[in-house]
């Protein structure tokens, strides 16, 4: 099946639309159209090939892997899905299902790495795989959501990407209340985890280096916010955090948000800059501090997240755009000036 796409030719060249090639469905594949597909940092980094050394962009790169759609088609042996349903897909297409991780339902870490939306090997066509800036995707239905009737679509699509990634270590590191919880960055990931943060029932201080953003933050559900560029303000909270979740695009002093943590607090990257970030020893060593990182979620946990969101009624803040303005969506990220995820309709697409 030929498909309609936006794909980067080079790291330096604007996306533009560009014909991709889908399989047909295998007997456990399901079909969706897309409606919706959410954009990420993490797109932008790929596109430009900002992170080089770890994953290399092979171009044309289609990317997109906060998708939301309806089913069209589904293969001969598929259980959970029929033509008609909502499904979503996420950062993941595939893996090896056996690894201690995929046994664990930690597909994201495979030790044979999972099979990305975007810029992994494809095992089936032998070249890439192309992301959810297009109008149709063909998943195995073992990589496929279930999305609920009464969701708002264009809301739900950043939770298969921000929102499984700020979720997923608020609960490996057991948030709740009783602690105080530093959200570092208020952007996709960081929006979603002050919303997350609060539903725990911790207290929540959103950390930004944008004064314009302080309203918001306590509307999506900080109790305090400090704008990061105010020495005297993180100098008030220092050493008083137990968990502090950083989302933050680009190079920036980490050693600042180590100094936030109590005694064995842990300090967790979600955000992924392009250049290594520099630790101070002694902000690790006194007292006690973990500095850790973590990526996506399983997809038993994605799955766990869209019900509890769908039972909550969370959703992201979402400014829908057409596809047309992808590449001046990707300028205003780079600026901090999104409220809080674009997300891309894709009937913009169609004729
Ligand atoms: P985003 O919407 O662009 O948000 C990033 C936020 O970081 C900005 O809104 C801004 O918040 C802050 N920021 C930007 N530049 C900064 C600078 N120079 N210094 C300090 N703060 C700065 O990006 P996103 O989509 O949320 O993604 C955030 C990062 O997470 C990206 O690197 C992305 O690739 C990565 N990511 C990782 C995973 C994972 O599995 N770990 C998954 C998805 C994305 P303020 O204006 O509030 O300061
Ligand atoms: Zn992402
Ligand atoms: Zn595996």
Avoid at 270 to 284: D, H, I, M, R, Y
Avoid at 310 to 324: K, M
Wanted: aromatic residues 8%; proline residues 5%.
């Amino acid at each position: 099946m030929t498909t309609k796409a936006y794909a980067a030719q080079s790291a330096k060249t604007p996306l533009t639309p560009h014909g991709i090639t889908r399989r047909d469905p295998l007997p456990t594949d399901v079909q969706i159209e897309i409606l919706y597909c959410g954009v990420c940092h993490s797109d932008l980094h790929q596109a430009r090939d900002e992170w080089h050394d770890f994953a290399p962009t092979a171009y044309p790169c289609v990317p997109g892997h906060e998708i939301v759609g309806r089913v069209t088609k589904v293969g001969k042996d598929v259980k959970k899905f029929k033509a008609g349903d909502l499904a979503a897909v996420g950062c993941m297409v595939d893996s090896c299902r056996t690894c201690p991780s995929c046994a664990k339902g930690l597909e994201q870490y495979c030790t044979h790495f999972p099979t990305f939306t975007y810029n992994a090997p494809d095992k089936h066509s032998g070249g890439v795989t192309y992301g959810g800036y297009s109008d149709a995707i063909v998943v195995d239905e073992a990589f496929v959501l279930r999305v609920s009737e009464e969701a708002n679509l264009a809301a739900t699509a950043p939770l298969l990407c921000a929102g499984i990634t700020t979720y997923s270590p608020l609960r490996h590191w057991k948030v709740g209340p009783g602690q105080k919880i530093g959200i570092v960055g208020l952007g996709g990931l960081g929006h979603m985890g002050v919303k997350f943060a609060r539903a725990f029932g911790a207290h929540v201080v959103l950390f930004t280096t944008s004064p314009s953003k302080v309203e918001d933050g306590k509307r999506l559900g900080a109790h305090e916010v400090v704008v990061s560029k105010d020495a005297a303000a993180m100098k008030a909270h220092a050493g008083s955090f137990d968990f502090v979740l950083d989302a933050v695009s680009a190079e920036h002093d980490i050693n600042a948000y180590l100094s936030l943590l109590k005694l064995d607090g842990t300090l967790c990257l979600v955000g992924a800059p392009e250049k290594p970030l520099p630790v101070a020893a002694f902000n690790l060593l006194l007292p006690r501090r973990s500095f850790a990182g973590s990526g996506i979620g399983g997809i038993a946990e994605t799955q766990e997240m869209l019900d509890f969101c769908a039972e909550r009624g969370i959703g992201s803040d979402v400014e829908v755009i057409p596809i047309q303005k992808i590449n001046e969506a990707y300028d205003r990220l780079l600026k901090g000036d999104v409220k809080y995820r674009f997300v891309i309709d894709m009937a913009s697409l169609k004729g």
